[in-house]
């Protein structure tokens, strides 16, 4: 079986796309942009079908439909909870995660964040919650719509998001400060359902490589705004 008759087994590549995150992609459901979209665009092309977005607001929600069917591509961060249910290919970009907090707060560290007694605002089912909640020894998770949002309605010791959203948020809103250094780093891949051989794993890897290597993934975030964020180094498929 090719990888196309995996992938758009109805001659159609349906693409999960987490509009929530604003990094990796922007616009609406009506006319997504962004890394991701141009990357599944450009792998439709390579399989010679046309594609079809399924848009979302959460990571969560774009999880969600690799394994119910509703998109056979998606866009997320690695992370071992989600690995029993997708195969990723490595990393295309790596965005970080930080803490937001007042002004006024003694928070200073990552270090700090985690003791007890401090409470946490982070998007429900994101790549940074599910690492928190794994990693965490001691401070509490609060989840919710947005990291910020909850962390302000609530008023929580701290917020936590990835680091240009978050930036965005702390220069807008008095008041309030990053902490520089990042709790994690995100490896944003490509993921598929698990079903899904490992032959079409594998070009789906080999294409990321040469998407990464060719200087597709650098110009696609430059031209969507995003020339902060860095490209993944090349990174070979184990045997």
């Not at 616009?27 to 141009?38: F, H, I, L, Y």
């Not at 962390?151 to 008041?175: H, K, M, N, W």
Request: hydrophobic share 45%; net charge negative.
């Amino acid at each position: 079986m090719e990888p196309v008759d995996e992938l758009a087994p109805d001659g159609v590549l349906r693409a999960s796309i987490n509009l929530g995150n604003p990094v990796l992609a922007q616009g609406d459901a009506s006319n997504p942009a962004g890394v991701t979209v141009d990357l599944a665009r450009e792998i439709a092309h390579r399989l010679g079908v046309p594609v079809e977005f399924v848009c979302f607001d959460a990571a969560r929600k774009s999880f969600e439909a690799l394994t119910t069917g509703a998109a056979t591509l998606g866009f997320m961060a690695i992370e071992p909870a989600r690995a029993d249910q997708v195969a990723f290919t490595a990393p295309y970009a790596l965005i970080e995660g930080v803490y937001v907090v007042r002004d006024d707060s003694p928070l200073s560290t990552v270090a700090d964040v985690d003791i007890a007694g401090v409470r946490i605002g982070v998007k429900e089912g994101s790549a940074y919650d599910l690492f928190l909640t794994r990693t965490l020894e001691h401070a509490e998770l609060v989840r919710g719509a947005e990291g910020t949002d909850v962390y302000v309605q609530e008023s929580l010791d701290a917020g936590a998001g990835i680091r240009q959203p978050v930036s965005a948020f702390a220069e807008r809103t008095p008041g309030q400060r990053v902490i520089d250094e990042a709790f994690m780093q995100i490896r944003q891949a490509v993921a598929v359902p698990k079903s899904l051989s490992d032959t079409a794993v594998r070009w789906l890897h080999k294409t990321v490589e040469e998407l990464k290597a060719s200087g597709f993934v650098a110009a696609s975030l430059e031209a969507n705004g995003q020339g902060g964020v860095r490209v993944a180094p090349a990174e070979g498929l184990a045997q």
